[in-house]
């Protein structure tokens, strides 16, 4: 099983809910009406992508691929500063 490491915005919406983007993989894009509920289906939109990645002969970015033996714990946090 291969393991992905894929930064993720989530964007507000005026109406409601959340959309999903990454700028590593740009056809990445999903939405929910809460941020739990978006992501959730980030599992099905990273699919969805890397199957997009396979049928046009592209590789899956290797910036988003990580060693599936690898022991280090990830780790980020969002810090917003003034």
Known sequence: ????KVP???TPQPEGGFVVTS????????EGDTVAEAL??????????L???EEGGQGVPTSVRVDSDASA???EELIASN
Do not use: G
């Not at 700028?23 to 999903?30: D, G, S, V």
């Open 73 to 75: 714990i990830w780790f």
């Open 8 to 10: 993720l915005v989530l």
């Open 1 to 4: 099983m291969a393991i992905y």
């Open 23 to 30: 700028p590593l993989l740009p056809e990445l894009l999903t």
């Open 51 to 53: 199957e997009f990645y």
């Open 40 to 49: 959730k289906n980030v599992k099905d939109a990273l699919a969805a992508t």
